[in-house]
């Protein structure tokens, strides 16, 4: 099951825009029955269906767990609980004992985007082995 506070369509959007692929593209790769206006409004949906979700991935060349599991909120707020402030005056509500470390969130946003990097270089290298081939 998908955290909740992940947008699905906010993340197809993110990883389309980061592969260059507009959604003219997209809706090309996806079939007949799609066009720009249908990947829009997509990319719009909190929760995308697990047929379509599948089919996007694989258009995208992106495992469905890079869409159901990227979390950009999680990497900006670890940013903004752990960015040091020179010269500046704190805000009363700035937490300085957290309950947590903030390396090992760092840590774990790193390795998250580590693994999602690693998944695309993958799928980037089986495509150009296919094109390869296809010569």
């Keep these: 099951m998908t955290d909740?506070?992940?947008h699905e369509g906010r993340n197809v959007k993110r990883f389309r825009e980061m592969l260059g692929i507009k959604q003219e593209a997209l809706a090309a790769e996806l079939g007949t029955d799609w066009n720009q206006k249908k990947i829009s409004l997509l990319e719009q949906r909190e929760r995308i269906d697990a047929p379509i979700l599948d089919q996007v991935s694989k258009a995208l060349k992106i495992p469905v767990e890079a869409i159901q599991k990227f979390d950009e909120e999680k990497v900006?707020?670890?940013i903004s609980n752990t960015a040091s402030f020179d010269n500046c005056e704190q805000p009363a509500f700035f937490n300085f004992y957290p309950t947590?470390?903030?390396?090992?969130?760092?840590?774990?946003?790193?390795?998250?985007?580590?693994?999602?990097?690693?998944a695309l270089l993958r799928?980037?290298?089986?495509?150009?082995?296919?094109?390869?081939?296809?010569?």
């Design 4 to 6: 909740m506070r992940i």
């Design 76 to 78: 900006v707020n670890i």
């Design 100 to 118: 947590f470390n903030p390396l090992d969130k760092l840590v774990e946003a790193y390795e998250e985007i580590r693994r999602l990097n690693e």
């Design 123 to 135: 799928e980037k290298d089986e495509r150009i082995k296919i094109l390869e081939t296809k010569r």
